[in-house]
């Protein structure tokens, strides 16, 4: 392989990379909007095409949540908005997703994001 046609190989796969996971997340936003997805479960199991996803425009997907409320449920559990979900810690996860649990729910646990840990 020559140097040149290594070097447009890297960005074409790497396109071709960022717009499987455009589709992904877009197919989730879809279930979020629509209420066969909660957002709890997407923060605990964490998908792959989520992980670089902000905290804040995932909450924003939900049916019945915007920007405001968002924002506001962001700084009572102290996350950043902009905070890809990959790196939230375990705890943080944990309580974002509690946070979101119906009143009674039980916490499943957490699967390991890949992110940060503690």
Do not use: F, Y
């Amino acid at each position: 392989m020559t140097l040149m046609a290594a070097n447009t190989a890297d960005p074409l796969a790497a396109l071709k990379r960022a717009n499987e996971i455009r589709l992904a997340r877009a197919q989730l936003k879809r279930q979020l909007g629509s209420g066969t997805l909660l957002a709890a479960t997407v923060i605990r199991d964490c998908p792959e095409e989520a992980r670089t996803w902000a905290v804040l425009q995932l909450l924003a997907s939900q049916p019945q949540w915007g920007h405001s409320k968002s924002t506001r449920l962001l700084r009572r559990v102290g996350i950043g908005e902009r905070m890809p979900l990959g790196q939230l810690t375990q705890r943080q996860r944990r309580v974002l997703a509690t946070a979101l649990q119906p009143r009674g729910s039980q916490d499943h646990g957490l699967l390991d994001c890949g992110g940060a840990t503690t």
